[in-house]
Structure formats: C-alpha cells, structure tokens
C-alpha cells in the first residue's frame, strides 16, 4: 500500500471554491487560501440561524495505546461513508499542533484513503491560526512585564501622574500568564527574565517565568468556545493575567491589552475550509489538547456544520474519559448541543496494550507477539472498552464501536470482539471499519449504524451543573466520570480553591488535566481500574474559557522532545516537496 503522502499526492482533488459552494456557502462567505484552503466568514452563520440542525456524531477511543487507534481516521472516514449513501455531511476537527508534528506523534490528517488533504498544508501552519494564539498571548505577555518596569520604574504615583493611567500594582511574584511556543521545548518550562547587566534594569525587573505550548494557552481554548467575535472579545477581556499587592485579579481589559490581542486573533477565529480525499468539506478550527485543556475543535465550525448539513463529524481528543467528558461538561455546556451519538474507536491491538501485559513506550520497539491472535490479552484489554461504553452511555449518549481494522488483525478475533460487544447489556452497536483502506466504502456499515444510533432519543445528563460547588464539580468528575475512590487536594490547591471562592470565579466549570493513557491518573495503570486516589497539586483559573484547570499527577503543559524525534525524517525532496511527514 502507498503511504499516505503518496495517497494524498495521488488524489485529485476539488478546487476548494467548488468544495464551498457544494457545502453550502456562498461565494461572499469564503476566502480563498490558494487552491486547496479558505477561510469561512462568520457571517455565514446569520445567514444560517434559521436553518435546522443536524446531527452532531462525537468520535472518541478507548484508552490511547503509543500504537495510536484511529480516530482521525474513523472520522474522516464516517464522514466520507455518510456521503457514499448520499447523506449530506461535513467533517470538523481541530488544527494539529507542530509540537507534535515535530515530536512523537507526527501528523494528525488521518492517514490512507481517510485523510483531509493536501496533508502537508493540515499539518504545517495552516492558515496561521495557531501562530496568531501565540502572537496575542505573547503580547499580552510583554505587556505584563512592560506594565511592571514603568510602573516600578517611576513610582505608582508618578506613573499615574505621567500616563494617566491607573497603577495596576501587579505582584512580580504572582503573574501566572506564562509565555507560549508552538514547539515541544522542555528546557522552557522554567525560565528567569528580565535579567540585566550589574546595576542596570533597562531589559525590566527580574521574575521567574516559563513557557507552555501554544495549544494550552487559555486563549486557545477561549477561540474553541467562542460563539463569534464579540464574544470572543469579552472572553480574552476577562482573562486574569496576574494579581496585583492585594491579592486581586488582574485582567487584560484592565491592562488594556485585550483589544490588540483580539485584533490579532480576527482572522483566526474563522475557521479553514479543507475536503478529504473524497470531497468531503473539513472544517479545522482551534487545536486545544485533551490533557490539558478541553480538546474539541470549535463551537463555530460546529455551528456552521450543523447549519449546512444533516450530519457533522467531530472528533474530540485521546479516550472517552477526556476529550468526551469535556465536550459533554464543557462544551455542550457553552454551545447548547450535545452528541447525538458518540463513535468509539477501539482496535484489536490497543485492547490488548491496555491489558497491562505489554510495557509499550513511544518510539520503542513493538513486541511481534501484540499483533499475533491472543485471546487471553484481548479479553483482559476488553474491560477497557466495557469501561469506555458505559461511561458514554452515562452521559445518555448512544454509542456505536467502530473497530478499526489493521492488516494484521484476524477475523475470528475481530468476530470474537464483536460478539463481546454484542453481549453486553448496554445500547451499544459495533461495526468494523475499513476506512484506512477503503476510505468511504469501508466505513458503510459503521455510517449505516451510527444514522441508527441517532435516532435514538437523547436523555443528556451532564456530570454536574454550574450552580454546584467547585469541590462538587471535582468530585463528579473524578469519582462519577473516572471512578475514582476519592480527590486529595495539595495544600496549594485547597489555598487557591478559597481564593477562587472569594473572587467569584465559584461558577466556573472544571477541566482535568490528566495523563491521557490511563482512566486513573497514573500513566502505568491499565485496564479499567476503579477505587483509585487522584491527587489534584494546582488549580488554574482561566476566566475567559470559563473553566477551572485541575492539574494531576505529573501532566506538563509543556511537552518535551524524545530521543528520536519526528523532525528526523523531515526534510526537502530535490523537487521541493516535504519528505518524511506521516
């Protein structure tokens, strides 16, 4: 079989104004970016607003393996088979950070005859919609420090005398908006700046600082949550940045920053029209990560697919216990819409690496025996999908199992596993898809089920509501939604917990950040554990998403790079094009 850049390069695709008005679009409501991208104007959607809605279908996973399940795979191909039986479709999903192009993990177009296209444009800037997160949150940076020197510099009183502006009085110690990257770069996460020449403070006052990636500012995920560009102007305006002597928020409205930073991000809150290599309209939009943030592409894309076609296709990051658990408790919350199915993607080698008997690491060798029929481990790595099922279905959300076949898998173990789906007393379905290598045709059956499963009446139950308590909030989650036996809250985290209250930010909804690779907070932990601890060590505020972070267990907002990474095998052809990107 052809790799998938070969694949991609192979397909002739549309002209991408072709793909927009076979969408629904009209010629004023898009622009083009070359041949193969546009950017779809909002006002598109007060056009749409009378519109009726389709069906939104939320593709998840089981437990993520290093073996990597799918899932972009599966919903493009979804989407690609709700068009083969002529239903009208779009797919929406979140732009690929370079940090893990560059990386382990590599691209995230999908792969074989399941691929948004050209994979190299997905996969490589885009339309620039990250780098203008980066650009606003790294003013509002330097603003903050900026603020800082003239302020200690003249004395508050002079300054105000000077400017006309009111002394922030921001506390040094007590900024918490760190710098951004769109780069895995572990010798950033803690950093000193300001730091000057003996007797001198001409580059500012010396703090410590540090740097996340891109896909975990805040205002990626307020871009992700945002219902138009009014709104997400509010939203960055209410963004704490720092607190000032007394121990009050200070936001970016009050640092009279917030305007600048939406103006760098006017552009970006549009999303970038693509198509698979089938034709299928592809909405990008935001790349917030599961881990460490709510991992969903936009409410906008959403919007704007619902509006235009009866099923949209959206994926949301890592298992059911992150990316969906934020899309029901997060995102529904702010949009209004919850899934009317969920897809989960589960593979006959990823069960049985979530048996626990395999020590599987990225960029390690696979041991041949996972790839071999072995009753035994996919039985053990069955809980994980059981587990996966019923906390989809907790949510009132009807499931469909889309199992995704590999060359390697047998079919008495796939017909074993969907037998064992079959079996179980939940409303589930199954279906085997063959989207790698079928593309749209092999994905039918699983089309055909999911229209099924959409049907079904909706009885959405959130895991709490927003009048309830921050500790509520944290409990729900963690012992309803993951099964934990009880949350522990370090010294720090009770600290900021009563600060939050006294502030008023008490409504705000939470987000766990967690290990992606296991239910429980423990990365090692297979399975479908239950009666486990989880120890919360610092709570985030991010008033302009609206949501709370709990950080758990040793989860980093800045990743890494490992020994070999990918941008080895990245480089330029004698003809100019890309080699080495997957």
């Known amino acids: 079989m052809l790799s998938d850049i070969q694949i991609c390069r192979n397909t002739q695709l549309s002209p991408i104004s072709e793909v927009g008005r076979k969408f629904g679009l009209k010629d004023d409501e898009f622009i083009s970016?070359?041949?193969?991208?546009?950017?779809?104007?909002?006002?598109?959607?007060?056009?749409?607003?009378?519109?009726?809605?389709?069906?939104?279908?939320?593709?998840?996973?089981?437990?993520?393996?290093?073996?990597?399940?799918?899932?972009?795979?599966?919903?493009?191909?979804?989407a690609q088979g709700l068009s083969k039986i002529n239903k009208s479709v779009a797919a929406c999903i979140r732009q690929p950070s370079m940090g893990p192009v560059f990386g382990v993990k590599g691209g995230a177009a999908g792969g074989g005859y399941s691929q948004v296209a050209p994979m190299e444009e997905l996969n490589l800037h885009l339309t620039g919609d990250i780098h203008a997160v980066t650009a606003a949150h790294n003013l509002a940076a330097a603003a903050i420090d900026a603020r800082i020197y003239h302020e200690q510099r003249h004395g508050y009183k002079a300054f105000e005398e000077k400017t006309g502006l009111p002394a922030l009085?921001?506390?040094?110690?007590?900024?918490?908006?760190?710098?951004?990257?769109?780069?895995?770069?572990?010798?950033?996460?803690?950093?000193?700046?300001?730091?000057?020449?003996?007797?001198?403070?001409?580059?500012?006052?010396?703090?410590n600082d540090g740097f996340d990636i891109s896909a975990a500012s805040e205002l990626m995920a307020v871009l992700a949550l945002a219902s138009d560009l009014k709104d997400l102007r509010k939203r960055i305006g209410d963004i704490v940045l720092a607190y000032n002597m007394e121990g009050q928020p200070v936001t970016a409205e009050q640092l009279q920053v917030a305007g600048a930073m939406a103006v760098s991000m006017k552009d970006a809150i549009e999303p970038t029209l693509m198509q698979t290599l089938e034709g299928v309209p592809t909405l990008i939009h935001a790349g917030p990560f599961a881990n460490i943030a709510h991992g969903n592409s936009s409410i906008i894309a959403d919007n704007i697919a619902l509006k235009l076609t009866d099923y949209t296709v959206t994926e949301a990051g890592f298992g059911s216990d992150m990316g969906f658990e934020k899309a029901c408790n997060i995102k529904a919350a702010v949009s209004n819409k919850a899934p009317d199915c969920a897809v989960i993607v589960a593979t006959l080698r990823g069960l049985k690496a979530n048996s626990g008997l395999y020590d599987l690491r990225p960029g390690q060798p696979l041991p041949d025996s996972?790839?071999?029929?072995?009753?035994?481990?996919?039985?053990?790595?069955?809980?994980?999908?059981?587990?996966?099922?019923?906390?989809?279905?907790?949510?009132?959300?009807?499931?469909?199992?889309?199992?995704?076949?590999?060359?390697?898998?047998?079919?008495?173990?796939?017909?074993?596993?969907?037998?064992k789906i079959e079996s179980l007393p939940l409303p589930v379905t199954a279906a085997i898809s063959d989207a790698f290598s079928k593309?749209?045709?092999?994905?039918?059956?699983?089309?055909?089920?999911?229209?099924?499963a959409a049907e079904c009446p909706l009885e959405f139950k959130p895991l709490y509501t927003r009048d309830q308590s921050l500790e509520e909030k944290i409990m729900s989650v963690a012992e309803v939604g993951y099964g934990a036996r009880s949350v522990n809250l370090s010294e720090k985290a009770k600290q900021q917990l009563v600060q939050f209250k006294k502030l008023g930010f008490d409504k705000m909804r939470v987000c766990m950040a967690k290990t992606p690779l296991s239910i429980s907070t423990v990365p090692s932990v297979k399975g479908a554990p239950s009666g486990f601890d989880i120890d919360v060590r610092e709570l985030k505020l991010c008033a302009g998403a609206g949501f709370i972070y709990a950080l758990t267990g040793n989860v980093l907002t800045m990743p890494g790079l490992p020994e070999k990474p990918a941008f080895m095998n990245l480089d330029i052809g004698e003809d100019g094009e890309i080699i080495g990107l997957s």
């Open 370 to 419: 996972i790839f071999e029929p072995d009753s035994y481990a996919l039985q053990a790595g069955f809980e994980n999908l059981k587990w996966h099922i019923e906390n989809v279905t907790r949510y009132g959300v009807p499931a469909v199992v889309a199992i995704n076949r590999f060359p390697q898998d047998t079919d008495e173990e796939l017909q074993s596993l969907l037998e």
């Open 33 to 78: 970016h070359g041949e193969s991208k546009a950017k779809v104007s909002l006002k598109s959607i007060n056009r749409l607003k009378e519109n009726r809605e389709g069906k939104l279908i939320l593709v998840t996973a089981i437990t993520p393996t290093p073996l990597g399940e799918g899932k972009t795979v599966t919903t493009i191909g979804l």
């Open 439 to 452: 593309g749209g045709e092999g994905a039918v059956e699983l089309a055909q089920k999911v229209i099924k």
């Open 169 to 207: 009085k921001i506390d040094s110690e007590n900024v918490v908006w760190r710098r951004v990257m769109d780069h895995n770069d572990r010798a950033l996460r803690m950093i000193t700046v300001g730091k000057n020449e003996p007797q001198k403070t001409i580059n500012g006052f010396e703090r």
